[in-house]
Nanobody
Framework: QLQASGGGLVQAGGSLRLSCAVS????????MGWFRQPPGKEREFVAT????????FYAENVKGRFTISRDSAENTVYLQMSSLKPEDTAVYSC???????????????????WGQGTQVTVSS
């Protein structure tokens, strides 16, 4: 089970940290991803951290501004978001999968488990 939290309203240029608490499994054994769905648009990949080695991957439009990390002791994955822009406004969801191959890490269908979304709104 995945429980996402941390969303809210923030001004452009601000920061937020999203959390995804994992229960019923160990966060290090999953490839964990964050996806988002802007209003009226399709869901899109944001970032992922792989189960093996903890390699991280980002969408081009968040690279350098967002950081995904995991805390094994807390069994939680985080998405630190900085320099937020109005176009980052979306419902953010976390997802978990197994040994997802690199070519599929951006594909939401490759993830087996999903948490509920958390709303992030960035005002201009």
């Amino acid at each position: 089970q995945l429980q996402a939290s941390g969303g809210g309203l923030v001004q452009a240029g601000g920061s937020l940290r999203l959390s995804c608490a994992v229960s019923g499994g160990t966060v290090r054994r999953y490839t964990m991803g964050w996806f988002r769905q802007p209003p009226g648009k399709e869901r899109e990949f944001v970032a992922t951290i792989r189960y093996s080695g903890g390699g991280t991957f980002y969408a081009e439009n968040v690279k350098g501004r967002f950081t995904i990390s995991r805390d094994s002791a807390e069994n939680t994955v985080y998405l630190q978001m900085s320099s937020l822009k109005p176009e980052d406004t979306a419902v953010y969801s976390c997802a978990a999968g197994g040994s997802i191959i690199l070519s599929e890490i951006r594909n939401p269908n490759a993830y087996n488990y999903w948490g509920q979304g958390t709303q992030v709104t960035v005002s201009s």
